[in-house]
């Protein structure tokens, strides 16, 4: 599958962005749990939330949880991060990710999109 992430800009803290990530194509499996991770300057990677194949379950890093909203739209294949309450920590690149094998969480990422800029001034 592949993925087009979308949306990334700059942000002011207490605003709000919007991402998106587009799924074509098809897994091996026929499903996969999908989210996103992103990367500051100097940090790693680090996992910030994933949405299940059925679209049922979510989770979240405990640094954006009650701000940050993912949700799909199956007919549409995409995913959204809906980011509010922006903070100049959350300024990073963000990626799309995959996992064709979980349908639940990503367990072991399969897939990446390119990243995003997100930058959120103070």
């Known amino acids: 599958v592949q993925l087009q992430a979308s949306g990334g800009g700059l942000g002011q803290s207490g605003g709000s962005l919007r991402l998106t990530c587009a799924a074509s194509?098809?897994?091996?499996?026929?499903?996969?749990?999908i989210g996103w991770f992103r990367q500051a300057p100097g940090k790693e990677r680090e996992f910030v939330a994933v949405?299940?194949?059925?679209?049922?379950?979510?989770d979240y890093a405990d640094s954006v949880k009650g701000r940050f909203t993912i949700f799909r739209e199956v007919d549409k294949n995409r995913v959204y991060l809906q980011m509010n309450n922006l903070k100049p920590e959350d300024t990073a690149v963000y990626y799309c990710?995959?996992?064709?094998?979980?349908?639940?969480?990503?367990?072991?990422?399969?897939?990446w999109g390119q990243g995003t800029q997100v930058t959120v001034s103070s």
């Open positions: 949405i299940s194949w059925s679209g049922s379950s979510t």
């Open positions: 990710a995959a996992d064709q094998y979980n349908s639940e969480n990503l367990v072991q990422v399969d897939f």
């Open positions: 194509g098809r897994t091996e499996t026929g499903f996969y749990s």
